[in-house]
């Protein structure tokens, strides 16, 4: 029987972080996940999209995490996305009045997506963009990305990430806009067009 040093890194076998799925649609979405904006709000724009295998084939048990800050560049840090009733434990919903920032959004049976939120604000040197994080069939680990918005040239050229990207690459991480608070973003997991995908040590 051979020891390993757990006290080491480089002596662990890597182990998945959970089950390949498909198995999102049970527990993890839920009712208004992207219903991110308040109700009302003028600043209100709509994010959406199909996730694509890698060839090319939308994917309709996938899902999409979204985090923005808000339009001033403020990270939120409100509760209250998914607030339960305390004496039943049943889910209530977004209160409608309150931005956290974060929605959770399963694919449909075409692979599509779609989510109301805030156009986020500039954070530092970061052009405005909101961070994603892609669950789907076949992956061990989640994936992340960005979603940044068209109008935002002057903003990119500085952006310490999309700045050391050649324009093909940096392109699948740019919305497309028809200036009407309207977006679409796809993300492809594979091939031809892949999303930049990002690495978090």
Known sequence: M????????????PTPSHTVGPFYGHALPFPGGGDIAPLGHPDTVTVQGYVYDGAG????????????ADPEGRVPVTDGSMRRDPASG????RNGVEFTG????????????SARTLRPGARGRSAPCLSVCVFARGLLVHLFTRIYFPEDTAAHAVDPLLSGLDEARRGT????GDGTGAYRFDIRLQGAGETVFLEFR
């Open 57 to 68: 084939q939308p994917l309709p048990d996938a899902f999409v995490e979204l985090w923005g």
């Open 2 to 13: 051979t020891k390993i040093d757990t006290g080491r890194p480089e002596t662990v076998l």
């Open 173 to 176: 991480l740019i919305a497309g």
């Open 90 to 93: 049943g889910f209530l919903g």
């Open 102 to 113: 974060w929605g959770r959004i399963q694919t449909d049976a075409n692979g599509h997506w």
